[in-house]
């Protein structure tokens, strides 16, 4: 079946580090893939998103390529704010099924 | 539009008690899915509808949990009788073409 797999956390960075978060996907078909965050208390919200191999999704500094041959959407930013702290949720949507799949999550923290 | 809104927010109950969690979508979305989310399990997808109807159950735990649309503004999800297993923050959202939309959650305790 579909599944995602991605980076145990926990994640913790100093300001204006560099972020990576791995993803790896397995999936039937050509999936779209999503990363979500979680801020406190909160539901998830759609960061970005990319619906076809190549595709870059981006978003608030965030960017992750949609990789088919390596079955990959690895989430990046270049210099992480205190306000990037939350969890990030890796996410697939395959071969017509509308229901999303999602990994485990990475909880990130990035300190002053 | 407000968003997905859930309530209650906050749940305690006692073991054996029914719980009903209340789901209203985004209006014009036509699906709607049901997610538990814990520290040991993640994310997990209970159920998910399609223009009301059920379209995959497979993640109900048991015959406890049920779900319900009577129409396409509202979902209930019921637990009956409650355990405490069953504490979790409980996620309702609703899609459009490629992105779904979340709600705050409901936090439940069952003690």
């Known amino acids: 079946g579909d599944s995602v797999t991605q980076m145990e956390g926990p994640v913790t960075l100093s300001e204006e580090a560099f972020l990576t978060i791995n993803c790896t996907y397995t999936a039937t078909g050509y999936p779209s893939l999503f990363w979500y965050v979680q801020y406190p208390g909160e539901g998830l919200q759609l960061l970005l998103k990319a619906t076809k191999a190549d595709d870059k999704g981006s978003n608030k500094g965030f960017e992750a390529t949609y990789r088919k041959e390596t079955t990959s959407f690895h989430l990046e930013k270049g210099s992480v704010q205190v306000s990037d702290s939350a969890v990030y949720f890796c996410?697939?949507?395959?071969?017509?099924?509308?229901?999303?799949?999602f990994g485990t999550g990475t909880r990130l923290t990035i300190i002053p | 539009d407000a968003g997905v809104i859930q309530s209650p927010r906050h749940e305690v109950t006692e073991m054996g008690q029914e719980v009903t969690l209340r789901c209203k979508p985004i209006s014009g979305h036509d699906y709607l899915f049901w997610y538990r989310q814990t520290m040991m399990r993640g994310l997990e997808l209970l159920i998910y509808f399609n223009n009301n109807v059920p379209i995959d159950d497979s993640g109900m735990p048991e015959d406890r949990f049920s779900a319900k649309m009577p129409n396409a503004s509202f979902s209930t999800l019921k637990i009956q009788p409650s355990e405490p297993r069953d504490s979790a923050v409980y996620f309702c959202a609703s899609r459009e073409i490629t992105e779904a939309f979340f709600g705050q959650g409901t936090r439940l305790t069952v003690v």
């Open positions: 996410a697939l949507s395959a071969g017509g099924n509308e229901k999303l799949t």
